[in-house]
């Protein structure tokens, strides 16, 4: 278990100066439990790089709204009639 000090220690530099967040801190910085985050990740296509750490700014557009989740990507993909579809001009 983590001491309070240890918590407020790691929510200030991971909300401050680190640009790629660890598992922990990311939960820290969004407020979510491991699962909730995973699962929020999973849905708006967020992932992990190579060494395991999170892009603050990909977590920033995530909590603000600004990316759509990837089903709802998907139906405006494939919605009929949508402009720039697959028909060519004649």
């Given at each position: 278990?983590?001491?309070?000090?240890?918590?407020w220690?790691?929510?200030?530099?991971?909300?401050?100066?680190?640009?790629?967040?660890?598992?922990?801190?990311?939960?820290?910085?969004?407020?979510?439990?491991?699962?909730?985050?995973?699962?929020?990740?999973?849905?708006?296509?967020?992932?992990?790089?190579?060494?395991?750490?999170?892009?603050?700014?990909?977590?920033?557009?995530?909590?603000?709204?600004?990316?759509?989740?990837?089903?709802?990507?998907?139906?405006?993909?494939?919605?009929?009639g949508?402009?720039?579809?697959?028909?060519?001009?004649?």
């Amino acid at each position: 278990m983590t001491r309070t000090y240890q918590l407020w220690f790691t929510k200030a530099v991971a909300l401050c100066f680190k640009p790629w967040l660890k598992p922990d801190e990311a939960m820290i910085y969004c407020n979510l439990n491991r699962t909730q985050l995973l699962s929020r990740c999973r849905l708006f296509g967020i992932k992990k790089n190579s060494s395991g750490y999170f892009n603050r700014e990909e977590l920033n557009k995530m909590l603000s709204g600004e990316y759509i989740s990837m089903a709802q990507r998907w139906d405006e993909l494939l919605k009929p009639g949508r402009a720039g579809g697959s028909k060519r001009g004649k």
